[in-house]
């Protein structure tokens, strides 16, 4: 989408914090024209402003329109269900508890919509220390690229402690996560070692390598092949290989390729999921004609069928 508004507008295109949370894609966009600030106060008034997929507060969308930014709304879809879900929450009158990571850029952008009626909970842990009573009406909602499994323990820990609280009428892990640890669990059982390429600041890789380890295998974060060990291959017959669902498969291909060359280099593809949703750009983008009078705040959004497969794990020998 940054590669799109580049074509449309030009360079420089500011990016509020990174579009994706992966240093190779970031990199590649800054050398195109790309410059990613960490508020929109960064942003010159009247330049081109692009949200990340991570959301933002309504705060911060008050603040672009005063600075005259031109703004391109580049927030996934499902954040923005739960988005939309959050003010549902508070219109209704109960204590919004949001699953997820304090100082991840998805949790403060949903905290923003009702900030005096949330309470964000990264632990079952937290969840006791509540200092609401019993009979308080609450919800939850989850970061969506939290762990399955470990999300789950928590909202086991919330229904256990409240009376009255309710839930999303569906799952807000993201689907592109939730299809990754299904994977990795399997690829688990097969591999002595399982290698997740992603970031560190990547949640859902994070939570990858997680769910490996609770599975019993022991797993490593590759934020690019120069990060690679040798000495984690001692010992090993079978590596699985993953990627987070931010990450370019050349990145992937790079991996496997310094594998090969270590000796392990039959290479099994296992499918665990095909992902038939992909999500359109925002009308602001989709006719290449800059225009003035364009909606600053473009939250329309489809989706359309695709034959694009998940991220699929590899066994190498």
């Not at 190779?24 to 990613?36: H, I, N």
């Not at 927030?75 to 549902?88: D, I």
């Not at 004609?289 to 364009?294: G, Q, T």
């Amino acid at each position: 989408m940054v590669e799109r508004a580049l074509e449309v507008y030009g360079p420089p295109i500011y990016v509020r914090k990174q579009i994706v949370h992966n240093h190779y894609v970031v990199g590649l966009l800054e050398r195109q024209g790309a410059r990613f600030v960490e508020s929109e106060f960064d942003v010159p008034e009247g330049a081109v402003c692009l949200f990340s997929a991570h959301g933002v507060a309504p705060a911060v969308r008050t603040a672009a329109a005063h600075r005259n930014l031109q703004v391109i709304d580049a927030t996934c879809p499902l954040v923005a269900k739960v988005h939309q879900q959050a003010r549902r929450v508070v219109r209704d009158g109960r204590v919004l508890l949001l699953v997820g990571h304090v100082e991840h850029e998805e949790t403060e952008g949903t905290r923003g919509e009702a900030p005096r009626r949330t309470l964000v909970v990264e632990t079952v842990e937290d969840v006791e220390q509540l200092e609401l009573s019993r009979d308080t009406p609450v919800a939850y909602l989850t970061q969506t690229t939290l762990s399955v499994d470990e999300t789950a323990d928590i909202v086991r820990a919330l229904t256990e402690r409240f009376d009255d609280i309710v839930g999303p009428g569906t799952d807000t892990i993201c689907y592109a996560s939730q299809n990754r640890q299904t994977g990795i669990k399997s690829l688990a059982r097969q591999a002595d070692l399982v290698l997740v390429v992603g970031s560190e600041n990547s949640s859902n890789s994070q939570r990858m390598v997680d769910v490996a380890r609770e599975a019993g295998t022991p797993a490593q974060l590759v934020p690019d092949v120069s990060r690679l060990d040798a000495g984690w291959l001692a010992g090993v017959t079978t590596v699985g290989v993953s990627s987070g669902a931010s990450v370019p498969d050349a990145l992937v291909h790079q991996l496997l390729d310094r594998l090969a060359e270590l000796g392990h280099d039959q290479v099994d593809i296992e499918s665990t999921a095909v992902e038939d949703v992909v999500f359109a750009m925002p009308l602001s983008l989709t006719d290449g004609v800059r225009s003035d009078d364009r909606e600053r705040l473009d939250d329309a959004w489809s989706t359309v069928p695709s034959d694009t497969p998940a991220g699929t794990p590899r066994r190498t020998k």
